[in-house]
């Protein structure tokens, strides 16, 4: 479905959010399914036989696709979310997987706890940057605290950049890309205003150095457009 929402308040992952979800991302996201793609790529070598891949705000469910489709039932997978009507979707979307106990979905505040599960690999793809900046490394360390060693945690974010030049171009382009993608200048600045408050971005340095202080030790980027940045980080 396309996304024609035009927000009027703070923003919230909503039942007309959740039913235009797949469109507004590919016309929010610079490069979205080269992201995705790699995601899958660099993420499908960590994941080890008879445990669990997290994917922490998984939206609508399409993350953890192409992980189901190749690991199949070798892996159960959680797909933790607050969002009921996404929630929603993704058990329209997995309902015969969860009635074979290979797929939870689970309505879980991750600032307060994570899926009790042996995981090798855990996904947080544009979910972190809502959560309010004081939770977010004691977040990242549960997610270390529960990987098994030689795991992995893919975590995509939008960043800041590190100068006021820098970011300004980068946002400008942004903008521009999603006009270009059909988006009115209304709908962009309504889009702009209800995510002000929701979604509060930090700088790279910021994030890898989160990642490095919850324990793990090797941190890199793998994937980056504009401001949008995805880390692979590994536990040892």
């Known amino acids: 479905m396309k996304d024609t929402t035009m927000p009027t ?66 892996n159960r997978y959680a797909l933790v979310d607050v969002s009921e009507p996404m929630l929603d979707k993704v058990r329209q979307k997995y309902e015969n997987l969860i009635k074979q106990g290979v797929v939870d979905v689970l309505n879980m505040d991750v600032t307060k706890d994570l899926p009790d599960c042996s995981t090798s690999l855990i996904m947080s793809v544009l979910s972190l940057q809502f959560t309010p900046i004081e939770y977010r490394q004691s977040t990242i360390q549960r997610i270390y605290d529960l990987l098994t060693p030689g795991g992995a945690f893919i975590f995509v974010e939008k960043v800041i950049g590190d100068t006021s030049q820098i970011d300004r171009l980068f946002i400008d382009e942004y903008y521009n890309l999603k006009s270009k993608n059909g ?50 980080a590994i536990k040892s």
């Not at 209800?194 to 509060?200: D, N, T, W």
């Open 9 to 74: 308040s703070r923003w919230a992952f909503t039942a007309d959010v959740a039913d235009c979800f797949d469109d507004m991302l590919e016309r929010s996201i610079p490069y979205y399914h080269s992201m995705r793609e790699l995601i899958y790529a660099i993420g499908r070598n960590f994941v080890m036989p008879e445990t669990t891949i997290v994917d922490i705000g998984c939206s609508n469910g399409l993350n953890i696709a192409p992980f189901i489709a190749n690991f199949g039932a070798c």
């Open 183 to 232: 988006y009115s200048q209304e709908a962009i600045d309504a889009k702009r205003k209800s995510l002000e408050f929701s979604l509060v971005p930090v700088k790279e340095k910021y994030n890898a150095d989160m990642l490095l202080q919850s324990g793990f030790k090797a941190v890199e980027c793998f994937w980056r457009a504009l401001n949008f940045m995805g880390f692979i």
